[in-house]
């Protein structure tokens, strides 16, 4: 089943791909679904994701209710995912969501929706040139973080919840990051109390992450600047009772 593939190949050249559909009726031969089938596996098999979707949606365009129907949907969902076109993706997550709700597969479609809304907040050019992407809009992020969740209380022995709880920290972590470097923004500016809520935030939400120690100490920089000893103390003794046994 294609919908276990991980390929390990990813193409330079996706930063120039074509965005619009790639079927064409008289590029793909008029022969029997499974024959379009296996050339559509070979393809994503070599990380031909361009051939693929082309027969894919041959496919689907000329069997919508075949045998294949189901693999050819959930295939799809992978090749445009990999071709990074999140709109489509999002589309046909939605049609497969629509049409089968109570697939066997519905687990695995769960987790593509969080995978690509991860992806909506990445750009090819930023991922490739390896920049960080903690400080963009957190939008997708927190729909991943509830698409996750979605799976994990829904299924919960799914094959895809250990990767997805993986995902989850990684998010958080990203989160953190970014409500840190905010704060050390407004600490920079001298706004204190706006530098204090955004390190409350870690406090509250993201305290599990490598950013909490940072956020106590920065907290308490900020409570000493704006000259309020006794919640610096208070920030202090949070500190050390965290980190006692560092």
Request: hydrophobic share 35%; with cysteine.
């Amino acid at each position: 089943m294609f919908k276990f593939f991980v390929p390990v190949v990813c193409a330079l050249t996706l930063f120039t791909s074509a965005c619009s559909s790639n079927y064409n009726a008289d590029e793909v031969p008029d022969v029997a679904p499974e024959s379009l089938y296996e050339v559509a596996q070979s393809a994503m098999a070599s990380g031909d994701y361009t051939l693929a979707r082309r027969y894919l949606e041959a496919i689907d365009s000329r069997y919508p209710f075949g045998e294949l129907s189901e693999q050819v949907q959930l295939d799809l969902i992978y090749v445009y995912y990999k071709s990074r076109e999140p709109e489509l993706t999002s589309a046909q997550i939605s049609r497969f969501q629509r049409l089968s709700p109570t697939s066997p597969n519905a687990d695995y479609v769960l987790f593509m929706k969080g995978l690509n809304q991860i992806q909506m907040r990445s750009d090819l050019i930023q991922d490739f040139l390896g920049l960080n992407r903690s400080q963009k809009d957190p939008t997708h992020y927190y729909e991943a973080i509830q698409t996750f969740k979605e799976l994990m209380e829904t299924y919960p022995d799914s094959l895809y919840i250990s990767d997805a709880y993986q995902r989850v920290i990684y998010i958080r972590e990203q989160l953190a990051e970014r409500e840190y470097a905010i704060a050390n923004f407004y600490f920079s500016k001298e706004a204190y109390v706006s530098a204090i809520r955004h390190c409350q935030n870690i406090l509250y939400s993201y305290r599990s992450t490598s950013y909490l120690d940072k956020a106590l100490n920065l907290m308490e920089e900020s409570y000493n600047a704006l000259g309020l000893p006794v919640p610096a103390e208070h920030t202090q003794e949070v500190f050390n009772a965290s980190f006692a046994n560092r």
